[in-house]
């Protein structure tokens, strides 16, 4: 069964920190995954799309980098505001059920001021 | 581009009693699909789209129906409403999932009582 995994299920970091998130998918042979972000109460807003054949895409304080063979993802955020605060999901799209997207289960993030 | 547009954003309903959850997009995306996001679960596809008069099976499509005739709209509907599909429904768009980015509607807050 192919699924996505998100570890850890929270984090609570001090401002100015830089951090990771780790997503982790089952099954190497994929589209493309793609970063969410989602404010409590809202929808989800995409971050960061990353397609097979990318090593990592960038978008001012975030990175995110993908690694097929061994089905990781890390979402990178450079020195952490308040303003990031907030849940973060991966979702994959694989080759033998690209119309089937999987989330994974986020991870909420917690800056301290 | 007014982008994924969804309502009603809130809706209780008592058990048996159906409904209809709108989604429309602007962006004449191929592809769209319907999800639920429920506590500790995630978010789980129902029922998708890659085109008018083209509809299949999500994960968890028992309860609900869709169809799609037109581009622009998706609606979901819930035959008899149970307290299990209490949730916070989203929809979302691409332009083909497999290479695309998906863009997320604001969501319908749902309660079945």
């Known amino acids: 069964k192919q699924e996505v995994t998100q570890i850890p299920a929270a984090l609570s970091v001090p401002e100015g920190e830089n951090l990771v998130l780790n997503c982790s998918f089952t099954?190497?042979?994929?589209?493309?995954l793609q970063w969410f972000r989602q404010d409590p109460g809202k929808g989800l807003t995409s971050l960061l799309l990353?397609?097979?054949?990318?090593r990592e895409q960038t978008s001012g304080r975030l990175n995110a980098s993908l690694d097929k063979s061994s089905g990781r993802s890390t979402l990178y955020i450079a020195a952490s505001q308040p303003g990031d605060s907030a849940t973060y999901l991966c979702?994959?799209?694989?080759?033998?059920?690209?119309?089937?997207?999987?989330f994974g289960p986020g991870t909420s993030l917690s800056v301290i001021p | 581009n007014a982008g994924v547009t969804q309502t009603p954003k809130f809706q209780v309903l008592k058990t048996g009693q159906s409904m209809t959850l709108q989604c429309a997009q602007d962006m004449n995306h191929e592809y769209m699909s319907w999800y639920r996001q429920d506590p500790g679960m995630g978010l789980r596809l129902i029922h998708y789209?890659?085109?008018?008069?083209?509809?299949d099976q999500g994960e968890v499509p028992n309860g609900y129906n869709v169809s799609r005739s037109t581009t622009e709209d998706f609606p979901l509907r819930l035959l008899s409403a149970a307290p299990s599909q209490t949730s916070v429904y989203f929809c979302?768009?691409?332009?083909?999932?497999?290479?695309?980015?998906?863009?997320f509607g604001p969501g319908t807050r749902l309660t079945v009582l």
């Open positions: 990353i397609q097979s054949s990318q």
């Open positions: 979702a994959v799209a694989f080759v033998t059920s690209y119309d089937k997207v999987i």
């Open positions: 979302a768009s691409a332009r083909l999932v497999s290479y695309n980015e998906q863009f």
């Open positions: 099954d190497s042979a994929i589209y493309n």
């Open positions: 789209s890659v085109g008018a008069g083209i509809t």
